[in-house]
């Protein structure tokens, strides 16, 4: 989102995005009750801020321990090499790993850090030598467990309050 369409966002829209992030199923009647609208206004807003990229989709936001898939771990990446086409090869590798849920190329010590979801500690040893070890270009792995979810936001509260007060 570049400036021009924050700044574009008056308080309705504000509104109307705080309710979806945390429930976007919430219908137009529903959401124009919360934000003083009526529902066709909420619609045609949501339309625009749909068409504007503001809003990207929708997603469920599935309970992986419910699942069987009770164990999440960060995956650090390390390349054998940073040149463009070691780059590009990975990520078209990368995208094709099913246990994979996130991926992203970072600054730092690691080139990517991704998250994988498993049942088991085995599990994760068949994701380890199935997906991760045949990734190209790879010099090293690093795996970390995560024990306990302290919190999980699908968007951050000064996101909001930012555009609200830049």
Do not use: W
């Not at 500690?121 to 467990?145: G, K, M, N």
């Amino acid at each position: 989102m570049n400036n021009s369409t924050t700044s574009d966002l008056d308080g309705t829209d504000l509104r109307i995005l705080n309710h979806l992030v945390y429930d976007g199923r919430s219908s137009d009647v529903a959401l124009g009750e919360r934000v003083h609208l009526s529902s066709t206004a909420t619609a045609r807003r949501r339309k625009i801020l749909e068409d504007r990229g503001v809003i990207r989709g929708y997603t469920a936001e599935l309970n992986m321990a419910a699942l069987g898939y009770g164990i999440d771990v960060l995956v650090s990446i390390e390349l054998s090499s940073q040149a463009e086409q070691a780059l590009n090869e990975f990520e078209s590798a990368v995208v094709r790993c099913p246990s994979m849920s996130f991926c992203s190329f970072v600054s730092g010590e690691t080139d990517f850090i991704m998250m994988i979801h498993v049942r088991s500690f085995e599990d994760y040893d068949r994701v380890y030598r199935r997906e991760l070890s045949t990734l190209p270009h790879v010099a090293r792995i690093r795996s970390s467990f995560l024990m306990r979810s302290v919190e999980r936001r699908i968007v951050a509260p000064v996101v909001l309050d930012s555009i609200r007060h830049p």
